[in-house]
């Protein structure tokens, strides 16, 4: 019987990738471009694209905001279950597909993770909007990757489900 391919590799390559570039991005924003110091002005890319400076003390949609120290290393330890959840689920994964979403998602993950350990809260800094109207908060690249990781499971459970269902109905 033929060993199965192993994608470990690549979902750790993916992982260090868009942890490489969230924290390349962070920092350029908070140094080079000291976004902090323009306030709510930011640097307008598109019109419907401007970079401008949050610290999200908070996880995602503004849930759970971490106002002293204590809640502060409590999301942290949280955080790090999940990212940890999230390794072993990657390293015991065998779809090659499934092993890149979960890459993205725990390179974006960790990127957080270093943010709030150094920091004491998240940089965001993307801001998508069209006119007055923002589909999303203040977001960052990390947060993009776990977003894009997470429909990419969650598309391929519905299709292969689907899949699986219109095989079994014609046998």
């Known amino acids: 019987m033929?060993?199965?391919v192993n994608h470990r590799p690549l979902g750790l390559i993916v992982a260090t990738v868009t942890l490489a570039l969230d924290q390349l991005v962070k920092y350029t924003v908070t140094y080079p471009l000291a976004l902090k110091s323009r306030m709510?002005?930011?640097i307008e890319i598109l019109p419907i694209f401007r970079l401008r400076w949050l610290e999200n003390r908070g996880v995602s949609m503004g849930f759970f905001h971490a106002e002293t120290d204590v809640m502060r290393w409590i999301l942290v330890g949280m955080t790090m279950l999940i990212a940890g959840f999230v390794g072993v689920w990657m390293w015991r994964e065998k779809a090659r597909q499934d092993v890149a979403a979960l890459g993205l998602v725990l390179g974006g993950a960790i990127g957080n993770i270093i943010d709030r350990v150094r920091l004491g809260y998240v940089v965001d800094y993307a801001d998508l909007h069209f006119g007055?109207?923002?589909p999303f908060l203040i977001f960052n690249l990390a947060d993009a990757?776990?977003?894009f990781?997470?429909?990419i499971l969650l598309a391929r459970a519905?299709?292969?489900?689907?899949?699986?269902a219109n095989t079994e109905s014609l046998n």
């Open 2 to 4: 033929p060993n199965p």
């Open 40 to 42: 709510d002005d930011g």
């Open 132 to 134: 007055e109207w923002r």
């Open 145 to 147: 990757a776990i977003t």
């Open 149 to 151: 990781g997470v429909l």
């Open 158 to 164: 519905l299709l292969l489900r689907e899949k699986g």
